[in-house]
């Protein structure tokens, strides 16, 4: 993890150790909403349905601070970690809560779909339009930097429009599957903008933390699972995020298609398409073991 050089020390011990400025009762009261003129927000990606855990406590405190403070320490927040760790999830929830606490716009993108609505606007004539758009929100949330590697042309536009938002105070929010300094294909001149802020991490989730998501997941669904069962996910899975539900759901299918209850041997054969290669690394290595 990076911090940024002007993140002071105070700030960074409230990053870590607090939560009670950016979930007070006087920062939820709503506001009127303004139209977020960009991709759909997805209604179940917000703040109350992240799990927390240590693996991504800085970075969901530091996605807060951000949908909360009208002008955070920090710009931009560069957020990395392996797919399906929650950095989309957290893009999401940062425009969900500004829009409902400042009334802020955000415009939310990708960097496939920046690429694209680009080059829609460049055939039909109205790159002006395009950049007066993004450049006109409050905010701005790219989601997948990663896929600017190479693309040269897209990786000026991006600039550009990074240096007119910042010079204008106006919040940048990326993510990426990894920090910029090593992004092969990516300039000089985005990376040192793209450092110039906090770039933090999100870390594999801990078994402890698996378990919280999957219970979370079923409380969302309003069904129950066993214990051992629950931990069995957890514990064979692995550590992607969008596999644990995917094997969560396909669980809790079984039971209400079926209308059994499933028990850890009925789960063990439901769920044997797991690979040891899948495995968590620790798991995967007592298992290589064992066939030796």
Not at 29 to 57: E, Y
Not at 72 to 88: K, Q, S, V
Not at 200 to 207: G, K, N
Request: proline share 4%; net charge positive.
């Amino acid at each position: 993890m990076s911090l940024g050089s002007g993140l002071g020390r105070n700030e960074r011990e409230t990053l870590m150790n607090t939560k009670q400025t950016v979930t007070s009762h006087e920062i939820r009261q709503p506001v009127k909403r303004r139209i977020i003129p960009t991709q759909r927000l997805n209604p179940a990606w917000t703040f109350d349905s992240f799990v927390v855990g240590p693996p991504n406590v800085m970075a969901f405190n530091a996605a807060q601070w951000v949908a909360v403070a009208r002008t955070p320490p920090f710009n931009p927040l560069f957020i990395y970690a392996n797919t399906g760790l929650g950095t989309t999830h957290l893009l999401h929830a940062i425009g969900h809560h500004s829009a409902m606490t400042h009334g802020k716009t955000a415009y939310l993108t990708s960097a496939e779909s920046f690429t694209n609505d680009y080059i829609v606007a460049l055939q039909n004539r109205g790159l002006a339009e395009f950049r007066t758009k993004l450049r006109n929100q409050d905010m701005f949330l790219m989601d997948d930097l990663q896929f600017l590697a190479g693309k040269d042309r897209m990786q000026e536009e991006f600039l550009h429009t990074f240096d007119a938002l910042h010079n204008a105070g106006k919040m940048i929010v990326v993510t990426a599957n990894q920090p910029p300094r090593r992004i092969t294909g990516l300039s000089t001149n985005l990376k040192s903008r793209l450092e110039s802020g906090l770039c933090i991490s999100i870390e594999r989730p801990d078994r402890a933390t698996r378990v919280a998501i999957l219970n979370r997941r079923l409380d969302d669904m309003k069904e129950t699972l066993s214990s051992e069962c629950v931990l069995y996910i957890a514990t064979y899975a692995g550590w992607n995020v969008r596999r644990l539900e995917g094997a969560l759901l396909r669980a809790v299918s079984y039971k209400k298609l079926s209308g059994k209850d499933l028990n850890l041997a009925s789960l063990k054969h439901l769920l044997n398409y797991l690979r040891i290669e899948d495995l968590p690394e620790t798991t995967s290595r007592r298992f290589r073991q064992k066939l030796k």
